[in-house]
């Protein structure tokens, strides 16, 4: 006969089968780790059998990455070199970039030391692998959003530029120059 009392006579709750779920948490952290884990393994032995198996190849592709990531900021370094080799650039430069006034007070004051730089510049190449290896090219880009273009070519003057910030994806006009060294 069945008892109608929901007392079940001082037995506990009895236990259910399974993991707890602190066990179900590290199973899976890890599962998750030893993909990672493998993942990275296999990326990291694709990348080295690649090379090994063609150098050049792989120096190629990387070498075409590389320039076509650096390919704004050495456009607009162009630029600004191919202004400050004319006195009439370098007035549009002055005028369209004011923090060239940290360093030259004056318009007059830029172009006296511009006079003194623009038989000395050499014309910028355009950008190649040779370029960035044995001609001088370095960009550096701060965390700040700065952007630092240098250039030291074999015969002529090293100049150094410092942008604003690094240009965005479509856009289209100048970028602010911060700073102009030539040595």
């Given at each position: 006969m069945a008892?109608?009392?929901w007392d079940n006579g001082g037995h506990g709750v009895?236990?259910?089968?399974?993991?707890p779920l602190w066990g179900k948490v590290a199973l899976g952290c890890g599962i998750?780790?030893?993909?990672?884990?493998?993942?990275?393994?296999?990326g990291i032995?694709?990348?080295?059998?690649?090379?090994?198996?063609?150098?050049?190849?792989?120096?190629?592709?990387?070498?075409?990455f590389a320039l076509e990531k650096i390919r704004p900021d050495w456009e607009d370094f162009r630029g600004v070199v191919d202004q400050l080799r004319t006195p009439e650039?370098?007035?549009?430069?002055?005028?369209?970039?004011?923090?060239?006034?940290?360093?030259?007070?004056?318009?007059?004051?830029?172009l006296q030391a511009a006079a003194k730089w623009q038989?000395?510049?050499?014309?910028?190449p355009d950008?190649?692998?040779?370029?960035?290896?044995?001609q001088g090219l370095r960009i550096n880009h701060d965390f700040g959003g700065k952007v630092e273009v240098g250039w030291s070519p074999k015969s002529g003057r090293a100049v150094y530029?410092?942008?604003?910030?690094?240009?965005?994806?479509?856009?289209?006009?100048?970028r602010r120059v911060l700073e102009v060294d030539v040595r």
């Open positions: 008892d109608s009392s009895p236990l259910k089968p399974g993991l998750a780790f030893l993909v990672a884990l493998v993942t990275c393994v296999g032995a694709y990348v080295a059998n690649k090379a090994k198996k063609d150098p050049a190849g792989f120096k190629n592709q990387i070498m075409g650039g370098c007035r549009a430069l002055y005028a369209g970039n004011p923090g060239l006034a940290k360093t030259w007070a004056t318009e007059s004051d830029f038989k000395d510049l050499a014309p910028t950008l190649t692998p040779d370029l960035m290896e044995h530029v410092t942008f604003e910030g690094a240009r965005k994806p479509g856009d289209r006009g100048p």
